[in-house]
């Protein structure tokens, strides 16, 4: 058995192979034999091995000769022996453990290049178009095997999204509310929020998602409302600060943040009592007339017999004394959201008052908010500033059928016990013990009972009246009023109109006192129970549906909730001062009410004056309406405080963003337009031009006072050629201090004077000696002594000095076009020729003079550049990208001197109105400017130019200053 195991065989097999085939045994001859034919096998299966892989080989040539045509076998390509070389010396087994493990690194590398995600396609996005199915995007298994581990992989690493549940769940009303009160996490909703979003284009602006402009008609339909019938709208944004301490102490903190001379305080005599309502305008702490924050609506609890049980103790003062020193007062002031942090945070540095933001909010829970009370009134401060921000909601009803309007849904409420004698008390027992509701407790005293009952008595005198604007202005007027869900008509109704005057107010012969403006919403306690003893309308809806007689009536008794609220009278447009502007819109025009009422019954009352006919106006209805009646929307119409420069900032990024938007042959080319700002307001720049021009010395009202330099007043003065071109050399920096900063002015004596001076002034011709040389026709001033009754016992002198030294300032104005034709935004005042002038004396349809068409230095590189785009594409398939040298507006360094007339302000707003039937506009000019027209404007009615930024027409207008 050794020469087997010496041949390389093994001895067993051989042993088995032998026993096999040769049974009997054959010794070592026999061995010899077995061996040789082993031998044999072997050799001949080597060699069938060898052929087939010469037959294979030869095949796959074969197949790569059709395939490439009989093409010759490249360099270094091997011939079908070299390959069946290499496979004889590959070896004939491996094992596979061995090989793996050397191979171990590459497998990983190899199943992380295969496994990992190559591309931001996802495994669906792989397959061929032919392969996608719609139900692999939610089903794995529709996906083939290879793709089925990377999708996994992908919905593991994004995390298993909810499923979203039913409309049916998501409608259920627990679920809805969730979802409402997430949406308000961030922008806070009105009470009236839903209503509105069904009507209304909804912004978000302010800290607030207010209503916009209704999706059905158009501004003219909301003047029409204001001027026949009434518009009603949701102003309950603007929030409340109560102040409450020693009225000595809260006056003395206030004078602070305001002053006398812009109009009545906090402190004046007319709102004191109570009585009526106020505006001013809040400053920082003594920085007058300087860093202005807007303007404020306030008016104080009036002074009157109140209980111990809501106010604390019991208190009677004599009404017609003002010295109330020593009695605690308690005053709210509303403020607009744009500015309400400032504000707020003024008041509390004004006033010290020791409490924090989140102690001044009370809590929803009545028991709570007795214990809120106490830690207030614990607190070290004499005077407390409370937030009852989004606690009372506000609604405002102008119009002629206002008062109509309320009278169909603000019913006086029945305070006394109703119950029958023997009847059982239905008054609620907690814990054994009988409580009372709200009514009953505070109208026990018969003397509240009877301030109640004026109450009713003064509703009535004023529901006779034709127009709100008879009412007392700014009056304040307390009622307690029944629930208005039970006076619902089951269909809109319009109240008959035909005995209403629209326009023009009589004289009003109604007076209020303190008793009549006296209410318990002044209280939070009843505030808070009003709100949460309101009966469910499901309830309401059962009880209606319990009726014996459909459509009658509904009588609650004493279960019907009783609300306590203020009427505020708005009084409209004024006509104040002489001068042609607004001329046409009747005194009165927008005069209405102010609805105040407790939180959760905004659309108890909404739903109720809506279904008396009141049209819905948004926020566009509402700054239009102040437009016409003579207001400064707020904030708007404030450039100098901080919420007023955010406006103008965020209206300048949008228009600029929309402009940039339209390709160059589709938008207007300011810079040919001479427009120095087409989107902005420059009016630091604005000031600080006419400064220069001031202090260089150009011709200014009043010679005397002010000392110039001859031969800069005969160049400038010369109204035979260019009566007001301005030098270039005046508008160059001083030596002297810049402005930093502008200011509106606002003194009511110097706005009267300066509005005064502007229509009713006498031009008169003087003669100096020092300047013989200059024509009487061409030296002209005002006479200050010119009519200063109503100045407040200044001499006018002394304001003229006063106007013409104060060069950071700019004044409100308005403008009535002449003719034709209507301004836009952001369009230019400027001052007419005296060309211009006789043009329009000798033909009163003359339209007015055009500007002058400016060099665009862009216009040039932007041709040299086409050229270039056309030569490189001639010569490559490349494009060259052409550079927009209008896409970033060219700010030129003058303001005052980009066009051919002499620029003095810009309008706000402008547009067609209807209450004038013609184009008017809202702005501000510089004071320095104003004086400087005045002296070139020798006639009564003040005429300036206007030009929009996207024309080149000038049209004549009217201009009034504001006051």
């Known amino acids: ?142 996906l083939p095997r290879r793709l089925r581990m990377q999708a996994m992989a992908e919905i593991e690493s994004a995390g298993k999204k909810p499923k979203t549940p039913s409309r049916y769940h998501r409608r259920r009303p627990k679920n809805l509310m969730a979802e409402y009160n997430r949406r308000q996490r961030k922008q806070n909703w009105l009470e009236t929020h839903i209503w509105h979003a069904k009507r209304f284009h909804m912004i978000e602006k302010w800290g607030y998602v207010i209503p916009h402009f209704p999706n059905d008609k158009s501004l003219r339909a909301i003047y029409r409302a204001t001027s026949k019938y009434a518009v009603l709208q949701d102003i309950s944004y603007l929030g409340c600060i109560e102040i409450t301490g020693p009225l000595k102490d809260i006056l003395h903190g206030l004078e602070k943040l305001t002053s006398s001379e812009i109009g009545p305080i906090f402190g004046d005599i007319r709102y004191i009592q109570g009585t009526r309502q106020g505006s001013t305008i809040l400053y920082k702490g003594g920085s ?148 009372k ?133 708005s009084p409209g447009f004024q006509r104040t001062g002489p001068g042609p502007a607004q001329s046409h819109t009747s005194p009165g025009f927008g005069s209405g009410w102010d609805l105040i009422l407790p939180s959760g019954w905004g659309m108890a009352f909404w739903i109720a004056l809506v279904y008396q006919g009141a049209r819905v106006g948004g926020l566009r209805e509402l700054n239009s309406s102040a437009v016409d009646q003579g207001l400064l929307r707020i904030p708007y119409d404030y450039p100098d405080t ?31 337009l001479g427009v120095a700002s087409p989107f902005s307001y420059p009016w630091l720049r604005l000031v600080q031009e006419w400064s220069n021009i001031k202090k260089q010395g150009a011709p200014f009202i009043d010679h005397n006072i002010i000392t110039q330099d001859s031969r800069k007043l005969d160049r400038c003065l010369d109204q035979k050629t260019h009566t007001n071109q301005i030098s270039a050399e005046i508008l160059e920096p001083m030596d002297s201090e810049e402005i930093e900063e502008f200011v509106v002015l606002r003194t009511r004596n110097l706005l009267k004077y300066l509005d005064r001076i502007c229509h009713a002034a006498s031009m008169e011709t003087e003669s100096s000696p020092s300047n013989m040389e200059m024509s009487n026709s061409d030296k002209i001033s005002l006479n200050p002594q010119t009519d200063i009754s109503s100045t407040g016992g200044i001499d006018g002198q002394e304001m003229l000095l006063t106007l013409s030294q104060m060069h950071n300032a700019i004044v409100p104005v308005t403008l009535n076009l002449v003719s034709r034709g209507a301004p836009a935004d952001h369009s230019m005042i400027c001052i007419p020729t005296q060309g211009d002038l006789d043009s329009l004396a000798k033909d009163s349809r003359y339209g007015g003079p055009l500007e002058q068409r400016k060099q665009d230095p862009n216009s040039r590189k932007v041709k040299k550049q086409k050229i270039k785009q056309k030569g490189t594409q001639q010569g490559t398939a490349d ?10 507006l060219i700010e030129p360094k003058d303001v005052a001197v980009t066009s051919s007339r002499v620029v003095i302000g810009y309008l706000k707003t402008g547009g067609f109105t209807y209450t004038s039937g013609r184009g008017t506009g809202r702005g501000f000019c510089a004071l320095q400017g104003i004086l400087h027209a005045l002296e070139l404007n020798p006639g009564k009615d003040f005429i300036v130019l206007v030009r929009s930024p996207a024309s080149y027409q000038y049209r004549f207008a009217f201009m009034k200053i504001l006051c």
């Open 288 to 435: 007058y007339p300087d860093n202005a924050i807007g303007e404020v609506f306030f008016h104080w609890k009036p002074v009157t017999l109140i209980t111990s049980e809501f106010s604390g103790s019991t208190t009677v003062s004599e009404l017609s004394d003002c010295s109330l020193d020593d009695d605690t007062r308690t005053l709210w002031v509303w403020v607009h959201p744009s500015f309400w942090d400032e504000a707020f945070a003024e008041f509390k540095a004004a006033l010290k008052s020791g409490l924090s933001g989140k102690d001044e909010l009370y809590s929803k829970e009545m028991k709570h908010t007795s214990q809120l009370q106490q830690e207030h009134s614990k607190a070290t401060s004499s005077v407390i500033v409370k937030s009852l921000k989004d606690n009372i909601l506000r609604y405002r009803l102008s119009g002629p059928m206002s008062t109509s309007v309320l009278a169909e849904v603000l019913k006086p409420a029945k305070l006394q016990k109703e119950n029958p004698a023997g009847a059982p008390d239905d008054d609620s027992t907690v814990r054994g013990v009988t409580v």
């Open 879 to 888: 494009k060259v990208k052409v550079h927009n040298f209008q896409d970033t």
């Open 1 to 142: 058995m050794d020469s087997f195991a010496n041949h390389g065989y093994d001895a067993d097999g051989l042993e088995e192979y032998k026993q096999t085939y040769y049974p009997q045994g054959g010794g070592d001859d026999m061995e010899k034999l077995v061996v040789q034919q082993v031998k044999d096998y072997e050799e001949k299966k080597e060699e069938d091995i060898s052929q087939s892989s010469q037959s294979k080989h030869q095949i796959i040539n074969t197949a790569a000769i059709r395939q490439g045509q009989g093409k010759k076998r490249k360099i270094g390509e091997r011939d079908s022996d070299d390959e069946t070389s290499i496979l004889s010396q590959a070896p004939r087994e491996i094992n596979i453990s061995e090989f793996t493990k050397s191979r171990i690194s590459e497998i990983e590398l190899l199943t992380k290049t295969v496994m990992s995600k190559t591309s931001k396609r996802n495994p669906r996005q792989n397959m061929p178009r032919h392969m996608r199915r719609r139900a692999a995007s939610h089903n794995i298994k529709r």
């Open 642 to 672: 901080q919420a007023g420069a955010a406006e103008e900032r965020k209206e300048w990024e949008e228009l600029e963003a929309k402009y940039k938007r339209y390709p160059p042959a589709k938008r207007p080319n300011y810079i040919k």
């Open 437 to 569: 509701k709200w009514w009953q407790r505070y109208y026990s005293d018969p003397k509240i009972s009877q301030v109640a009952t004026q109450q009713e008595e003064m509703w009535r005198i004023l529901c006779g009246k034709q127009t709100p604007a008879q009412a007392p202005s700014g009056g304040i007027l307390s009622l307690t009023v029944g629930d208005p869900r039970i006076l619902i008509p089951p269909k809109k109704s319009v109240i008959d109109c035909t005995d209403v005057e629209s326009t023009g107010c009589r004289e009003n012969t109604v007076s209020f006192t303190p008793e009549v403006s006296s209410s318990p919403v002044w209280s939070q306690m009843v505030r808070d129970e009003v709100k949460f003893t309101q009966l469910p309308q499901s309830e309401l809806n059962r009880r209606k549906g319990n009726m014996l007689v459909p459509g009658s009536t509904l009588d609650l008794g004493d279960d019907e909730s009783r609300i306590p609220l203020l009427l505020v009278q």
